[in-house]
């Protein structure tokens, strides 16, 4: 299986983006053990693509785990000071990267590659209007009562999550930039397997000395950045189904297996994707395919390297209409 790569006839650079999700499901509680056997499944699947000559970049979400570890914080708060939002952040890249690292290595089914995981800060606006209108899901997913009462209980904002449940939601800007950029660029080009920007990055503002920022940034919307300024072939999104559907759950269901990113756009300015689920994957798709030239991919974990292949019959590939002049790319 190959995916000639606009630089040569072998496949390039790939940008992976795990869902936080995938780490702790939504049916567990999120101990450890679970931890390790969801990064043992993933590990497994991106063995896949490294065998077919792929370098990898792997980043994830970090929504469950850094909601978790909120609820900690605050319960304890009467023996150990509470930390801001940003600072949990950087806890969860610690912790998640350790299990996909560690995963990656007793996963191994070919000679190793150097692997690193690398603690990212995105940079955000300051006067992003997200500040004021929370819409990331963390943590845990509650029922209808629970919710409620959780949000009078400590002033959370709480949700609908795609009739899941209901769960507390937090300010998620835009990312604009990565500040470790160049040093992942050099580390990918000494042939290192980075973990980088997890839980979407560590958010930051500029104006005028760098501070952290209470949010979590978007996983996806980061990856898309991410892919950018490394100049990826290719950005994988990964979630819970194979393929991208239109008219989800009626019974004119379909399923898109390839689409232009002005298609794309059509469909989520008509509601087709929601902004809980798989609005952010779409908008991650269509900046990075028309921002670089590049290739994205939406699937589930079991079909990163299928999804990758040029007569694929599982994935959703997102691809611009017209080549992104700047990197010399065609539309794949």
Not at 104 to 114: M, R, Y
Not at 153 to 162: A, E
Not at 266 to 273: A, C, H, N, V
Request: charged residues 20%; proline residues 6%.
């Amino acid at each position: 299986m190959t995916l000639p790569s606009p630089r040569g006839a072998t496949p390039g650079l790939a940008v992976v983006a795990l869902g936080g999700n995938a780490i702790t499901r939504e049916t567990q509680a999120g101990t450890y053990a679970e931890m390790v056997d969801n990064c043992r499944d993933m590990a497994r699947a991106l063995w896949a693509l490294i065998d077919d000559g792929w370098r990898v970049v792997v980043t994830h979400g970090n929504g469950p785990q850094v909601g978790n570890l909120a609820i900690q914080s605050m319960r304890s708060v009467d023996e150990v000071p509470a930390l801001p939002l940003h600072a949990l952040d950087a806890m969860t890249q610690g912790l998640i990267g350790h299990l996909i690292e560690l995963a990656i290595i007793n996963e191994a089914c070919g000679e190793l590659p150097p692997i690193a995981s690398v603690v990212t800060h995105v940079v955000v606006h300051e006067d992003d209007p997200a500040f004021g209108n929370p819409s990331k899901p963390i943590g845990p997913f509650y029922s209808l009562e629970e919710g409620t009462h959780l949000a009078a209980l400590h002033g959370w904002q709480v949700v609908d999550d795609s009739s899941r449940g209901q769960r507390r939601v937090v300010a998620s800007p835009r990312p604009l930039a990565i500040l470790e950029v160049e040093a992942l660029k050099r580390m990918v080009d000494a042939g290192i397997l980075v973990i980088a920007c997890g839980g979407g990055g560590i958010p930051i503002s500029m104006d005028g000395q760098i501070q952290g920022r209470e949010a979590v940034v978007d996983k996806d919307r980061s990856a898309a950045v991410l892919a950018a300024e490394m100049d990826a072939d290719a950005l994988i999104l990964v979630t819970g189904v194979d393929s991208v559907m239109v008219d989800f759950g009626t019974p004119a269901a379909q399923v898109l297996a390839k689409a232009s990113t002005e298609r794309m756009r059509g469909l989520l300015e008509e509601g087709q994707f929601p902004p809980g689920s798989m609005g952010p994957k779409v908008e991650a798709a269509i900046a990075f395919a028309e921002h670089s030239g590049g290739t994205a991919v939406i699937t589930s974990a079991a079909h990163l390297a299928d999804a990758l292949a040029p007569d694929a019959s599982v994935g959703t590939r997102v691809v611009a209409m017209t080549p992104a002049m700047s990197h010399g790319r065609g539309s794949a």
